[in-house]
């Protein structure tokens, strides 16, 4: 059974920092670009970085350039997000996913192009 699942988040204050960790079992997701998603309340769930199957590119919204570092550990199959300088719009629940490999769009904020995701974790940033 293919499963994605995060750890990690929590309640942290503005200005600190949380990494969030998706770990990947029944299968290798070394051949898959990786990304990670958030809903906060009320919204609409939003991309927020990806990284690609070599690890050498990644892409970020821009609301979180500078501060969030997304990285990949393929003999751990395990996908990291680092948050730094959090800020209260930075509270949601966050979502790994596995981007379809086979894809050959562009895209990496397509949700319909992943086609694996976990359960989410949540991030509650205090003012």
């Known amino acids: 059974q293919v499963q994605l699942v995060e750890s990690g988040g929590g309640l942290v204050q503005a200005g600190g920092s949380l990494r969030v960790s998706c770990a990947a079992s029944?299968?290798?997701?070394?051949?898959?670009?990786m990304g990670w998603f958030r809903q906060a309340p009320g919204k609409q769930r939003e991309f927020v970085a990806g990284?690609?199957?070599?690890?050498?590119?990644?892409y970020y919204t821009d609301s979180v350039k500078g501060r969030f570092t997304i990285s990949r550990d393929d003999a751990k199959n395990t996908v990291y997000l680092q948050m730094n300088s959090l800020k209260p719009e930075d509270t949601a629940v966050y979502y790994c996913?596995?981007?379809?490999?086979?894809?050959?769009?562009?895209?990496?904020?397509?949700?319909?192009?992943?086609?694996?995701w976990g359960q989410g974790t949540q991030v509650t940033v205090s003012s």
């Open positions: 996913a596995a981007r379809n490999r086979f894809t050959i769009s562009s895209s990496w904020v397509s949700q319909g192009l992943y086609n694996y």
């Open positions: 029944g299968r290798s997701f070394s051949n898959n670009g």
């Open positions: 990284i690609g199957s070599s690890g050498d590119t990644t």
